[in-house]
C-alpha cells in the first residue's frame, strides 16, 4: 500500500541559472525545481545511537573497480555521457548523440550504466554497456522518465517519472519491466531517489510542505518518514553502502539561491555536518565505493566541473578541466 503525506503545494520556482543543473541532474525541467541543483555534507556514522542501523548493511558489495567516474558533459553543444579515471587520466566519451544524454548510474557489478536521453523525442531511460555500446532503452511513454538508482543487488531501479501527471518516485525491474509507484504526493514532485544499503528503502526529495526537502520510504510505499525541515532546497541525495551515511545538497546556508552546500546526515536524519563552505555551488554529491570520498560539481572556478574531496571534506581536488560545464558524477562501483 501507498501511503501520501499531507501536501501542499512547492514554493514558486526560482529563476534558472545559466548552468543547466536539472538538465543534467534530471533530464527535465522540473516546475518546482529550477533554481539551481545543490550540494551535501560528511559525519561519523554512530551506529549504536540509532536502533536497527546495523540491519541496513547485510550483504552489499563494493565491488572492484573504484577507479573510474562516469559525468555529464557538454563540450560538444549537447549532454554527452564520459568517463574518466579518478587520477584524472582516461577522460572518454561514451555517447555522441545530437540528443542530451545525462544523469549516468553505474550498475551495482560496474558492467552497466544507464543514462536519461531525450534521443527519441522525450526524456527516457537507456542502459549501455561501460563502453558504449548496446544501447537499450528501458522505459517507453509519453512521460518524462529520468534519475535512475540501481538497487543494491542490481534487480531493481528507481527512478522518477511524470507518467501520471505528477512527478513520482517509480521502481521497475533492470529489464525495464514490472514498474510500479511508490509514492504518490499529488500536489509536489518527488525526485531524486537513492537506495539504502540492503535496499530495502529510498531516500528522495520532494516538495511536499515548505521547501524542497528530504523523505525516506520504503520500497513497497510504506513508512513514508520525513528527514529535513527547510524552507529552502534540500535535495539529491546519495547513500553510502559502507558507512550508511547520507551525502546531500542544499542551499539553507546560503543569501542566495544558487549558492548550494554539501552536508552529510545519518538516514534517520540527525547529525547533520556541513562539508562545503565557499560562497558558489557545490552540488551532486557522489559517494566513493569505499565510503572514504565524495565526487561532486562545483564552480568555485568558473566553469561547473567534477571535483574529489575526503568524506570529512577535506582536500578537495578539480578532476576535470576543461572549459564547458560539467556534472552528475557516478562512481564506478
Same mark, same amino acid.
Given at each position: 500500500?501507498?501511503?501520501?503525506? +499531507?501536501?501542499?503545494?512547492?514554493?514558486?520556482?526560482?529563476?534558472?541559472?545559466?548552468?543547466?543543473?536539472? *538538465?543534467? *541532474?534530471?533530464?527535465?525541467?522540473?516546475?518546482?525545481? +529550477?533554481?539551481?541543483?545543490?550540494?551535501?555534507?560528511?559525519?561519523?556514522? !554512530?551506529?549504536?545511537?540509532?536502533?536497527?542501523?546495523?540491519?541496513?548493511?547485510? *550483504?552489499?558489495?563494493?565491488?572492484?573497480?573504484?577507479?573510474?567516474?562516469?559525468?555529464?558533459?557538454?563540450?560538444?553543444?549537447?549532454?554527452?555521457?564520459?568517463?574518466?579515471?579518478?587520477?584524472?587520466?582516461?577522460?572518454?566519451?561514451?555517447?555522441?548523440?545530437?540528443?542530451?544524454?545525462?544523469?549516468?548510474?553505474?550498475?551495482?557489478?560496474?558492467?552497466?550504466?544507464?543514462?536519461?536521453?531525450? &534521443?527519441?523525442?522525450?526524456?527516457?531511460?537507456?542502459?549501455?554497456?561501460?563502453?558504449?555500446?548496446?544501447?537499450?532503452?528501458?522505459?517507453?511513454?509519453?512521460?518524462?522518465?529520468?534519475?535512475?538508482?540501481?538497487?543494491?543487488?542490481?534487480?531493481?531501479?528507481?527512478?522518477?517519472?511524470?507518467?501520471?501527471?505528477?512527478? !513520482?518516485?517509480?521502481?521497475?525491474?533492470?529489464?525495464?519491466?514490472?514498474?510500479?509507484?511508490?509514492?504518490?504526493?499529488?500536489?509536489?514532485?518527488?525526485?531524486?531517489?537513492?537506495?539504502?544499503?540492503?535496499?530495502?528503502?529510498?531516500?528522495?526529495?520532494?516538495?511536499?510542505?515548505?521547501?524542497?526537502?528530504?523523505?525516506?520510504?520504503?520500497?513497497?510505499?510504506?513508512?513514508?518518514?520525513?528527514?529535513?525541515? !527547510?524552507?529552502?532546497?534540500?535535495?539529491?541525495?546519495?547513500?553510502?553502502?559502507?558507512?550508511?551515511?547520507?551525502?546531500?545538497?542544499?542551499? &539553507?546556508?546560503?543569501?542566495?539561491?544558487?549558492?548550494?552546500?554539501?552536508?552529510?546526515?545519518?538516514?534517520?536524519?540527525?547529525?547533520?555536518?556541513?562539508?562545503?563552505?565557499?560562497?558558489?555551488?557545490?552540488?551532486?554529491? !557522489?559517494?566513493?565505493?569505499?565510503?572514504?570520498?565524495?565526487?561532486?560539481?562545483?564552480?568555485?572556478?568558473?566553469?561547473?566541473?567534477?571535483?574529489?574531496?575526503?568524506?570529512?571534506?577535506?582536500?578537495?581536488?578539480?578532476?576535470?578541466?576543461?572549459?564547458?560545464?560539467?556534472?552528475?558524477?557516478?562512481?564506478?562501483?
Amino acid at each position: 500500500m501507498i501511503e501520501s503525506p +499531507v501536501t501542499t503545494p512547492p514554493p514558486p520556482a526560482k529563476s534558472k541559472s545559466t548552468w543547466k543543473k536539472v *538538465g543534467i *541532474g534530471c533530464g527535465i525541467a522540473l516546475i518546482v525545481f +529550477v533554481c539551481c541543483a545543490a550540494l551535501g555534507v560528511v559525519v561519523i556514522l !554512530e551506529r549504536d545511537k540509532i536502533p536497527g542501523l546495523d540491519n541496513l548493511f547485510g *550483504g552489499i558489495s563494493s565491488g572492484s573497480g573504484g577507479n573510474q567516474i562516469a559525468y555529464t558533459s557538454y563540450r560538444n553543444g549537447e549532454g554527452d555521457i564520459y568517463v574518466i579515471n579518478i587520477d584524472g587520466t582516461g577522460d572518454t566519451q561514451l555517447t555522441a548523440e545530437t540528443s542530451n544524454d545525462s544523469d549516468a548510474e553505474w550498475s551495482p557489478d560496474g558492467k552497466k550504466i544507464t543514462f536519461t536521453s531525450n &534521443r527519441d523525442g522525450n526524456n527516457e531511460i537507456y542502459l549501455m554497456n561501460i563502453d558504449g555500446s548496446n544501447v537499450a532503452r528501458l522505459t517507453v511513454n509519453d512521460a518524462d522518465d529520468a534519475s535512475a538508482a540501481f538497487s543494491p543487488d542490481g534487480n531493481s531501479i528507481a527512478f522518477l517519472s511524470d507518467r501520471n501527471g505528477n512527478y !513520482e518516485i517509480y521502481v521497475m525491474k533492470a529489464d525495464g519491466s514490472g514498474v510500479h509507484m511508490v509514492t504518490d504526493s499529488p500536489d509536489s514532485a518527488d525526485l531524486d531517489p537513492a537506495w539504502s544499503p540492503d535496499g530495502n528503502q529510498i531516500i528522495f526529495a520532494s516538495g511536499a510542505g515548505n521547501g524542497i526537502n528530504l523523505w525516506r520510504i520504503n520500497s513497497d510505499g510504506t513508512n513514508l518518514t520525513q528527514l529535513t525541515f !527547510e524552507d529552502t532546497v534540500t535535495w539529491f541525495p546519495t547513500w553510502c553502502g559502507t558507512t550508511g551515511l547520507v551525502a546531500f545538497e542544499t542551499n &539553507r546556508y546560503a543569501d542566495s539561491d544558487t549558492d548550494f552546500d554539501i552536508v552529510t546526515m545519518n538516514p534517520n536524519g540527525s547529525d547533520q555536518t556541513r562539508l562545503t563552505f565557499t560562497t558558489t555551488n557545490d552540488s551532486f554529491p !557522489e559517494w566513493s565505493p569505499d565510503g572514504t570520498r565524495l565526487a561532486f560539481v562545483s564552480n568555485s572556478d568558473g566553469d561547473f566541473k567534477i571535483y574529489i574531496m575526503n568524506a570529512d571534506g577535506s582536500n578537495p581536488d578539480r578532476l576535470t578541466s576543461n572549459s564547458y560545464d560539467e556534472g552528475a558524477p557516478a562512481w564506478q562501483p
